[in-house]
Structures are given as structure tokens and as C-alpha cells.
């Protein structure tokens, strides 16, 4: 059986951060979001047909890291710390790798479950990040 720490030393599913791998996630999930602009004559008629102005499909996702040690947290936030940046990751709606311009969500909530004596490089971090694509 695997270590803990191994866990995430394994970079199968192909999560890149502009060009940088990141590990597999404990888990991710997203959501397939189609955007129609806030013309006139949108929505639906007295008829109850609908009138569509589609202009785009974006697919924010989020990557959740469960018990990863303090080092790599850190490198993976601070890979996403920026303005923006590019994302590849596995699309459930192509069914091939994608790439998206993306920034990192508002809120990124972690938790520190485990720091003993003050030894960062061995803490255990979990946390939720989420990417919006632009």
C-alpha cells in the first residue's frame, strides 16, 4: 500500500498549470455552464418557446487536495496566484485535454489538520481550489 505522501508524487490524470504538471487530486469536479447574452428578446415568448442569444460555454472546475504535505500545497497555490494563467485539464464535454485561461476562484478554504512542533515541511494541508475560466 502507498504512503500518504506518495499519494500525491503521482501526476497520471495530466493537470497542467501554465506548462507545470500539478499531482492528481483526492478529487475534482466542475460544471458545464452555457451563457447567453443579455439581449432583448431572450428567454420565453407567451408561447413558452425559447429564444436563445448562446454566446459561449465556459467549464469552471475545482481540484480538492486532501492531507497533501505543506511544500507542495504551497507550490500549487502559488502557481495560481497570479492574474490569470493557463489550465489543462481532462473535459468531460470534448472528452480530450483542454486548455483554458483561467483565474483562481475568491475564496480558497484549507485547513491545516496537522502542523507538529512547528515542522511545516512535514505539515498535512487540504484545501479546494477553483478555477474560472475568462
Known amino acids: 500500500m502507498p504512503r500518504l505522501d506518495d499519494l500525491y ?14 499531482p492528481n487530486p483526492s ?8 451563457l447567453d447574452s443579455g439581449a432583448a428578446n431572450v428567454g420565453r415568448d407567451l408561447t413558452g418557446t425559447m429564444h436563445r442569444a448562446y454566446i459561449a460555454t465556459k467549464t469552471p472546475f475545482w481540484l480538492e487536495y486532501s492531507y497533501i504535505l505543506f511544500p507542495k500545497a504551497h507550490e500549487i497555490i502559488a502557481l495560481c496566484s497570479k492574474p ?6 481532462k473535459s468531460l ?6 486548455e483554458i485561461v483561467a483565474y483562481k476562484g ?4 484549507y485547513t491545516v489538520p496537522d502542523c ?16 474560472i475560466e475568462y
Not at 490569470?84 to 485539464?89: E, G, L, P
Not at 475568491?106 to 478554504?109: I, V
Request: proline share 2%.
Open 116 to 131: 507538529l512542533d512547528g515542522d511545516w515541511d512535514s505539515a498535512k494541508v487540504s484545501f479546494k481550489i477553483e478555477f
Open 9 to 22: 508524487e503521482n501526476y497520471s490524470m495530466g493537470f497542467e498549470v501554465d506548462g507545470v504538471p500539478i
Open 106 to 109: 475568491a475564496n480558497l478554504t
Open 93 to 98: 464535454l470534448t472528452g480530450k485535454f483542454d
Open 27 to 34: 478529487a475534482h469536479g466542475g460544471s458545464i455552464n452555457e
Open 84 to 89: 490569470s494563467f493557463t489550465v489543462r485539464y
